[in-house]
């Protein structure tokens, strides 16, 4: 499970240098791809394969399905560490996200976000914490 928040940069050449505890869970390959609210998701191959497997389920006969999936998967990169535990972002996923210098990574559980540092700070403000728990507790979750 990934978990935490890390402030770190991205290189001239696109390169971000992922937090050691995250590593230690990607292993060596990992799929980078658009994620929602305008951030990257990082999954583990393995959960990568299980999320390809719910997408083959779903009919292409519906039109939301066709596309989320192109915007899903068509973006997705097949990526690698570097020997200093690095991994090379593609330019248009960079794009997508907004990525220029400063950037957050934050584990969420089965995945890892990667945010432009100003978008992260704007999308994750906590003032209505109380109204977001009332509805998670609708769908079936409390803590």
Known sequence: M??????????????LIVPSKFR????????????????????????????????????LTTKDARKFSRFFFAGAASCELDRQGRVLLPQTLRDYAGLQKDVVLAGVLGRIEIWDQGR????NTYDDMDEVAEHMAELGLSI
Not at 2 to 12: C, R, S, V
Not at 49 to 55: M, V
Request: hydrophobic content about 35%; some cysteine; proline content about 4%.
């Open 2 to 15: 990934f978990m935490g928040e890390y402030n770190h940069t991205i290189d001239a050449k696109g390169r």
């Open 24 to 59: 230690e869970l990607l292993g060596n390959g990992f799929v980078v791809t658009k994620g929602l609210d305008g951030c990257l998701f990082v999954y583990p191959n393995e959960e990568w394969a299980t999320i390809e497997e719910k997408f083959r389920s779903i009919p």
């Open 120 to 123: 992260w700070q704007d999308a």
